[in-house]
């Protein structure tokens, strides 16, 4: 079991270095339940800071305090309002059997904003408006002006980056349980060089102790927050496939398309032989899903697109090859990538043409064509209304 999980906190006396996040947290969650909060309509809280400060762990938290049952959702979850309420309505109308109260978390929210063309960030909007239970909602970076609206329905506390002594405290406590030892010096350094990240930090004293299965030696480097993709590639392609690279992914700031992109590059390089076609063949499966995701709109295959491309790929090499052997050097996907990313971009100016085009009776390539000018017509906000554009949408006509 990895270090993080295992001594993930169970109790508000177990949070350390959120005393002020904590009182605030309380204070929302009891005036919900005093009904307080229903003149406001902030009938949501946003957790929001840098990865690994705890915003997941807290939501859990604050569920065993709260003696509740966590109701979780995702990005399939709240594509339209008709998925929303098929999901949600048995949930929210239905007491639970096993505590006695019930609260809705959505976990990163930063990533659910991204499907906002199928009612993502407006569906929340309506959970939040018709919800009888707290709402948790948590993010990396909430003041993105996507989610003004959800800022103005929600009370928001943000986490803080926890002080070096703190972490390090908590590292010795941890090694003490383990009776493992890690140097004073190590330890000091590890606790600074994480920027408040607990998570990194635990997970680099379990390196540091010569139990996680990557290497037995990782040096401690300035950390970013955002796992670099290339250091994802080398754990894939060179770590032993294990359940928590299920996750791997799940820091580094690229959706999986583009992901998918480096993973293809960089197959050939690693790879030979009967390694390279397993590895391609579950690439194309992921691909199929990818595909699939696309067609029927069912965001629920995300969940195996990343298998294949994580443990799948990874699971595909010799299993007697021995680990983290040899250096590669690893390519970005430089022509494919301006490629799909200009695509991409395209995209969303063929949606809102389409839309335009067919409400003033005019041909599709027309409005591409005359785009220029009827983007200055599209940042009326009556007319976005009338032509009912998304929120990345609108953001697009108004950049």
Not at 249 to 258: A, G, H, I, P, R
Request: proline share 3%; aromatic share 10%.
């Amino acid at each position: 079991m990895s270090w993080p999980e295992k001594y993930r906190p169970q109790s508000f006396l177990e949070v350390k270095g959120q005393d002020e996040a904590i009182r605030n947290i309380k204070n929302f969650i009891e005036n919900f339940y005093l009904g307080k909060l229903s003149k406001t309509g902030k009938k949501a809280l946003i957790l929001h800071g840098s990865p690994g400060v705890g915003k997941t762990t807290l939501a859990h938290v604050i569920a065993k305090e709260f003696n509740s049952e966590i109701f979780e959702l995702n990005a399939s979850d709240l594509r339209n309002k008709a998925n929303l309420q098929q999901t949600l309505k048995p949930a929210i109308e239905q007491k639970s059997l096993v505590s006695k109260n019930k609260i809705i978390l959505i976990d990163e929210v930063d990533g659910i904003s991204a499907y906002a063309d199928w009612g993502g960030m407006s569906q929340i909007l309506y959970l939040i408006e018709n919800t009888t239970y707290p709402v948790i909602i948590t993010a990396n970076d909430i003041w993105d002006k996507k989610f003004y609206d959800l800022r103005k329905k929600s009370e928001v506390v943000k986490l803080k980056e926890i002080d070096y002594k703190t972490i390090k405290g908590i590292l010795i406590e941890i090694l003490r349980k383990e009776g493992k030892f890690v140097n004073n010096e190590t330890l000091t350094e590890i606790a600074v060089k994480v920027k408040g990240d607990l998570r990194a930090a635990i997970n680099d004293i379990q390196i540091e102790s010569g139990i996680r299965p990557f290497s037995s030696k990782v040096p401690i480097s300035e950390r970013n927050k955002e796992t670099d993709i290339f250091n994802s590639l080398k754990m894939i392609f060179k770590g032993k496939p294990t359940k928590e690279m299920l996750e791997i992914y799940d820091s580094v700031n690229m959706n999986l398309d583009e992901i998918m992109l480096w993973v293809e590059e960089n197959i050939p390089r690693e790879y030979k032989g009967e390694e390279l076609a397993r590895a391609y063949d579950l690439l194309s499966k992921a691909d199929i899903f990818k595909g699939r995701i696309y067609k029927q709109q069912y965001w629920r295959f995300l969940v195996y697109e990343n298998i294949f491309l994580s443990f799948g790929i990874s699971a595909s090499k010799n299993p007697l090859k021995p680990i983290g052997s040899g250096f590669t050097s690893y390519k970005k996907p430089d022509r494919i990538l301006k490629i799909w990313l200009n695509n991409k971009k395209n995209e969303k100016k063929k949606t809102i043409a389409k839309k335009y085009a067919r409400y003033v009776h005019i041909g599709q390539k027309r409005a591409m064509r005359d785009f220029p000018v009827i983007k200055k017509i599209l940042q009326n906000k009556n007319v976005q209304n009338e032509l009912k554009l998304s929120d990345e949408e609108v953001e697009y006509v108004m950049r």
